[in-house]
């Protein structure tokens, strides 16, 4: 059996993955590629890795029994804390690895790009624990849209610099960090904030996430005497949260996993992000994967009311796992989400992230009996949702 965890020697994953990048950009990708295991797996990393994980970031996080969110859905229903990270998600983890990497690459100054603003901070938080610059590009919309994340990022230090291009979101952000990459290939490390983009990022996120299910498995076999759940249920936007989710159980096809996207207002209604269903095999962000394209190959604006999950497209490693049926994909739509949030906040007394609140809504749609135990990955926490939940309020209460 080949694993699923691991991608060939040039990134792909199936008919996934892979690293399609400029000839400019050549030389960057390819240093990071031959050297990103050597210094993951090297001993020096891991202890520093391991300190800060545990001291900075708060690791382990818990895995709690919600017993009255298991009443509910009759089964038992266990969440992993990544809500409880310092920054407040699961995001912190990509980025204190990448930092450590990128001084071992001996990089003095570091880019990012950033979408609803989430990997931004999360960047910014670890440059600044590590005086390093750093400069975030987002879409000028976005700086707009998310003004509290643009104030913390300056707040940390951290200079962001607005992409004026395009739809002025996301993919106009990426499209300015890569020029900037090009322009600065010897002293500047690109931390790509999900397992997406050219190989070997896919794996390098995937790698530096798969805390998440080591901790699982040891904390499930203390709690239920077996390190084996029956269900793994996650958010997918690129995929990172959900990547380290199921890591650990990629390969125990015991374990069903579930991946659950942002169907927005449904899933065909014109306004969705759930690109398993939607996608079409493509290129995007230097990776082969499924994007949500018009018959033109041109990217068409994914939709959530989550600002985290509207991605155009999902990480080759999540492309393969649906192809492949390894694992099963769930669209949930925004009001299917707040209706979540609400649930969580009141049965359990944790206010979720919207991104998260997604995975919860699959809860009632697995299937699930009293004998299953089921993991959802707690990938954020509401803080940052407040607004929203705000304008929202008539659907939550
Ligand atoms: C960014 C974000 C996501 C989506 O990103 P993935 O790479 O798919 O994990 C999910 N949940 C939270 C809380 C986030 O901040």
Redesign the pocket.
């Known amino acids: 059996m080949t694993s699923y965890q691991i991608p060939t020697a040039r990134g792909y994953y199936g008919e996934f993955g892979g690293a399609f990048v400029p000839e400019m950009l050549y030389p960057n990708v390819e240093e990071l590629r031959t050297r990103y295991l050597d210094i993951l797996a090297d001993p020096g990393f891991r202890a520093e890795l391991q300190l800060l994980l545990r001291d900075y970031v708060g690791r382990p996080t818990p895995l709690f029994e919600a017993r009255r969110l298991s009443a509910r859905y009759g089964t038992r229903v266990f969440l992993k804390r990544?809500?409880l990270c310092h920054t407040?998600?699961?995001?912190i983890n990509n980025t204190v690895g990448q930092i450590l990497l990128a001084q071992r690459l001996g990089k003095k100054r570091i880019i990012a790009e950033t979408?609803?603003g989430?990997?931004g901070v999360a960047t910014a938080t670890v440059c600044a624990l590590m005086g390093l610059p750093c400069v975030v590009y987002m879409g000028a919309v976005d700086i707009e849209r998310q003004a509290p994340n643009v104030a913390r990022m300056r707040l940390l230090g951290a200079e962001v610099r607005r992409a004026e291009s395009g739809s002025q979101t996301l993919k106009d952000a990426t499209n300015e960090a890569i020029r900037d990459w090009i322009a600065n290939p010897v002293d500047t490390h690109y931390i790509i904030?999900?397992?997406?983009g050219p190989h070997p990022y896919p794996d390098l996120?995937a790698r530096l996430?798969a805390v998440i299910s080591e901790e699982m498995r040891a904390q499930l076999l203390e709690k239920t005497g077996s390190e084996l759940p029956n269900y793994v249920v996650?958010?997918?936007?690129?995929?990172?949260?959900?990547?380290?989710a199921f890591y650990h159980f990629l390969d125990e096809p015991t374990v069903r996993l579930v991946a659950v996207e942002a169907a927005g207002h449904g899933i065909h209604s014109g306004h969705s992000a759930a690109t398993s269903v939607l996608g079409t095999p493509g290129i995007i962000h230097g990776s082969r994967t499924l994007l949500m394209q018009d018959e033109h190959g041109q990217i068409t604006e994914p939709y959530s009311l989550?600002a985290?999950?509207d991605?155009p497209g999902?990480?080759p490693l999540h492309a393969h796992l649906g192809a492949s049926g390894r694992a099963e994909f769930i669209g949930i739509t925004d009001d299917e989400a707040l209706a979540a949030v609400s649930e969580l906040s009141r049965l359990e007394g944790i206010i979720?992230?919207?991104?998260?609140a997604h995975a919860l809504a699959a809860l009632g749609q697995l299937g699930t009996g009293p004998d299953d135990v089921v993991v959802v990955n707690l990938?954020?926490?509401g803080d940052?949702d407040l607004e929203t939940y705000l304008k929202n309020l008539d659907k939550l209460i």
Request: charge should be neutral; glycine fraction near 24%; include cysteine.
């Open positions: 990544e809500d407040g998600a699961h995001k979408g609803a989430q990997h904030g999900s397992v997406v996120v996430q996650a958010c997918v936007g690129g995929g990172s949260n959900a990547a380290g989550s985290g999950l991605y999902i990480g979720p992230a919207l991104e998260t990938s954020g926490r940052k």
